[in-house]
């Protein structure tokens, strides 16, 4: 699955720890994801639902045949974004993102989001936007 | 009745027993009690015939009839003829404000100085109305049931709703708004068991002015509480989508060959020592009330005590007695609590499925919770959509054959350690997403103890003789915080759920064919 995407350029190189997606969770992670499924890839934001108990950011993805596959990733509560002071804004359209997480084991587009770096290096959902 | 008789009688009747209607500490009249509307603008606000889905009722509406724009006028047409469908509640969704309002299950009222929260059965949502002149930390957040601040205009509850999404329509008829509506309550108590409720409604996306509705509240003087109406658990049993544990769920025997249940093992463990003088209220018991956080140390992830994993956080064991942090399984349920961390078990978590979480989970949830403390009651709000009431001082007033996610609790003050005891649980819950197991025949002790301004130490001994062979005891402190709740509707876009089917369903298909 993974030889399946172009960008397959970062490999965990950022930390496990340095987003901790699961920690608010209302479900068993390792129940609808797979350890043996770790995804690496960059993605242009096509929407993000500020939902709660999860939110989620649909990302497009051109894999190795130049078919681009929109994929949804789990993140945080809306909830926990916005007392860190994300908004909505602060993550609009087009954003270009470089994502790891791990694919869910029903084999669809779906990850949960282990980190995500903006353009400029920034985490996405660190402690604060800025 | 026209709105001017209506309006006469509010101000004669209001005028008249002023003078002796039930007031608080403060001097304001007290809404603190249990409330059901009478009328029938639940299925229709304005007039309407008997359908067979909606007996027929007389317009609450100053004006008889809600002063649409055109094309809302068409809209609620539409809404109407698919409401089958189209109806939030049909999904159970909350039913945002005014509607919850009307609906006709009571809800309970909790009064203080600073808040007043009204507990619905419905969802177990409920309504945390500030009334100490603070604006909203998160103004511009919209959300299902939107964001309430109050104030006293004389005797006058009026309150103030905002941030209200446009996903919630006013009721079973279609009458519907956008996101831009703006609501304004008044509350006033014409005698002890009367409440005389007001909503002016503006939204200038939909209609052409502001408009009124008037309810009658009445006191349901002869409960006790209300009770739970978990509708889309209900809806879930029902279509089979939440399946019964033979093991926990109300009414499941003791297995035969467990082990003896010896009640009295364990430690007596003293209680945390206060390290500085905490504030009170004027009666003199701790003021434990405010917006917590647990530092639960993984709880949820685990009871006993495990290094992080890749997709499973860390736990640091809360588990205090035994002193080995290990829970006293009998064997059977020892084999249930591994065999539920395997992935097709994911789905089986009650709160996967955003039912409550039960007790004692609500506590360590990742997500915070709000304690009141109104005259009789500890009340806790927990921002993942539940409540608790806890009656000081009483006795469990429910049968036996009632059962509840969240228990029945009564608590009492010793010392500076509010105590509370619950049981009459349905056996539903799981106590955490690895699946440590609880039955129906949990009863439940819980301590806090707050140990200076700004942290509580909580403790839950929990006695369950299905799944255990003696009771044991979690500790975890709770974080005060000068924060607001925020709404978790979980149901909104709970699009883990297929995911942890798909698990499911491939699991039983590949045991079936093999």
Redo the contacts between chains.
Sequence with gaps: MISFFKTITLLLTFS??SF?N????????????D?DKPISFTGTVTEM?W????A?IYVDVENSNGEVINW?L?TR?A?NL??LGWRPADLPVGTILQIQG?Q???N?P?A?LSAAMLPDGRSLFSNSPN | MSPYLFIFLVLVTGTVSGQNLPRDADGKPDLQGIWRPVNRASFDLEDHVARHDMPAGISVIDGETIPYQPWAAEQKIQNFENRASMDPLNNCYLPGVPRIMAMESPFQIFQTTNHIAITFEWQQVYRLIYTNGSPPLYAGIESWMGNSRGHWEGDVLVVEVIDQNDKTWLDAAGNFHSNEIHVVERYRLIDKDTIEYEATIEDQNVFTRPWTIQLELQRQKHMNGILEYQCQAEKEEENGAFERDENTWYPALIPPNNEPFDPNAGQSIPLPTVTEEVSRLSDGTPNIGGYYMADAGGANYGLEEHEREILLPPSRGQVIDPIDGILPYQTWARSERIDRQLPHRGYDDPTAHCFVAGVPRSHYVPAPFFILQPPGYIVVLHERMSWRRIALNGEHSLPDTIRLWQGDSIGYWEEDTLIVESKNFNGKSWLNEVGDVVSHMQTVVETFTPVDENQIIYRATVSDPIPYTRPWTIEMPFNQEDEELLEVACLEDNADLQHLKDVQDEYRQNQNTE
Excluded: C, D, V, Y
């Design positions: 496990l720890t901790t699961n920690a608010f969770a209302h479900h068993a992670f390792a129940a609808e994801f350890r639902k939902a709660n108990p999860h989620w949804a789990e509560a909830n916005i007392r791990w869910a084991r029903n669809t779906t949960s």
